[in-house]
């Protein structure tokens, strides 16, 4: 067994970081059947991700080696962090950089004296870029207040400073294929997650808005060009769903919410059921439930994308669908689908992560209850909580029914699923969470479903089938 600190000068160890070198460069794109070490889509290579500790001579030997493999393509530093070493000029590094964040000794506090020290430093001899920045707001160098303009101020200095090739943003991530947008929370703070252009009111603690803004504007400046304005988004895809109306749409890049219609047949007429609907408030699960369809009915959708610049034609259209059942969810967002509630119950969004990276819970402990009204009859309920493993094995709810809303009754023949999640290594094991999924057989009648916490316990999600209103 080899030690860690032996990576960078053990000769076997050289010679499998050399193995994966030729595995990677050499590798044909399955897609597009383009070698990798020939594809022009490729920028740079770098060594690894924020190899801080890599010494110079082994950087010198595998930039040699990259080069020698694959002559075409740029190569870029790894040592990301300007607290723990100086740049190398070396024939074969033809990019360097650096990563800013709040908590960085030596460069936290003032982006833009360490962008102008590193470029001093290099006196023109290689392009400077920032591969990674995160305008997170700590509350401390950065606050709601102030974090735009201080990220304006370091973007104007990578613009106007000669030597500054760019400024990468950590993190922006992009639709899901499912519906709305793949999720990364950034470890290092609670309540901070992958950003999701063009920005929503979801992520308004961290100016999500006003960052995505930004950037757009930036990336015209940088470019001297004058800033356009927002053009329309494309047509979304509306997804196919089956016998229920809890569905999705694959979004349009820029969007900023969209518009739900529906109609009894594909020609119309179309009916406003929401508009201005965000894909950003709900991940990896259904985006919107049309609670007002009823069993029995039979329904059209389509949905429109909208922002700054106008409205999208209309999506494909899916239907017609016979609904088996209308649905109603609560996706924990705040109290408000809860027909009432005991006091004490908090809101939580901390640490998604550790939560399957779905984004909102209702927390309790022994004794605590929810209770939720639907306007027909309900049929079955679906639950998802979690339970923190350090406080032992996941405690089931108890889940009572009732026809009137005064008197309840205990369900039985619950049906429970465990899922664990690993969170991610520096979180901790002690923070680990067991997903728990129920499904609630509920009695001829029911109206009202209330949930009660057995211990510790994060509510997640809550959806119930039932027949609709009465009209």
């Known amino acids: 067994e080899k030690k860690r600190a032996a990576f960078f000068t053990d ?18 794109n399955t897609v597009t059947g383009i070698p990798y070490k020939d594809d022009r889509a490729i920028l740079a290579w770098q060594f690894g991700n924020e190899i801080w500790n890599a010494e110079p001579a082994w950087l010198t030997e595998m930039a040699a080696y990259m080069k020698s493999l694959d002559p075409n393509h740029l190569v870029a530093e790894t040592r990301h962090h300007p607290a723990f070493a100086e740049q190398l000029i070396d024939p074969n590094i033809d990019l360097l950089t650096r990563h800013y964040y709040t908590d960085y000794k030596g460069s936290g506090t003032n982006w833009v004296a360490a962008v102008q020290r590193e470029v001093a430093q290099i006196k023109g001899q290689r392009p400077f870029f920032v591969g990674e920045f995160g305008p997170y707001i700590d509350g401390k160098v950065l606050t709601r ?30 639709h899901h294929e499912r519906g709305g947008y793949y999720w990364h929370q950034i470890f290092t703070y609670p309540s901070v997650w992958s950003y999701h252009y063009p ?5 308004d603690a961290q100016a999500e808005i006003e960052i995505m803004r930004e950037m757009r504007e930036a990336a015209f400046r940088i470019r001297g060009l004058p800033v356009p304005p927002v053009a329309v988004p494309d047509p979304p895809v509306l997804l196919t ?5 809890l569905f999705s749409w694959r979004g349009a890049a820029g969007a900023s919410g969209y518009d739900i219609e529906r109609a009894p047949s594909p020609e119309g ?3 406003l059921l929401a508009e201005q609907v965000s894909d950003a408030e709900v991940a990896y699960r259904p985006l919107f439930c049309d609670e007002s369809a009823r069993a029995g009915e039979t329904w059209c959708y389509r949905v429109t994308a ?12 899916v239907g017609p669908v016979k609904m088996r059942a209308a649905c109603f969810v609560d996706e924990c967002i705040d109290l408000s689908r809860a027909a009432a509630h005991s006091e004490g119950l908090t809101l939580d969004n901390t640490y998604n992560a550790r939560y399957a990276e779905y984004l909102f819970r209702v927390c309790g402990t022994t004794n605590a209850w929810i209770d939720y ?11 998802t909580a979690f339970f923190a493993v350090s406080q032992g094995d996941p405690a089931a709810p108890r889940f009572l029914a009732s026809r009137d809303g005064q008197s309840f009754a205990e369900v039985q023949k619950v049906r429970a699923v465990e899922r664990i999640h690993i969170a991610p290594p520096h979180a901790g094991d002690a923070n680990r969470q067991t997903q728990v999924d129920y499904t609630v057989p509920l009695p001829e009648g029911t ?12 509510l997640d999600r809550l959806e119930i089938e039932h027949a609709g209103s009465v009209q």
């Open 11 to 28: 000769p076997q160890l050289r010679e499998d970081y050399k193995t994966t070198l030729r595995f990677v460069l050499n590798r044909v």
């Open 447 to 458: 109206r009202r479903i209330k949930v009660v916490w057995a211990r510790q316990m994060a």
């Open 373 to 383: 009204a639907v306007p027909g009859p309900a049929r079955v309920a679906r639950v």
């Open 306 to 317: 909208r922002n700054a610049g106008g409205r999208s034609v209309p999506s494909n259209v």
């Open 199 to 203: 920005g929503f009111a979801s992520a």
């Open 241 to 245: 769903f089956e016998d229920m109306a």
């Open 145 to 174: 207040e102030n974090v735009q303009a201080s990220l304006r101020a370091f973007l104007d200095t990578c613009i106007a400073t000669e030597g500054v090739s760019g400024a990468l943003l950590w993190s922006m991530y992009f």
């Open 269 to 271: 007429p179309w009916a």
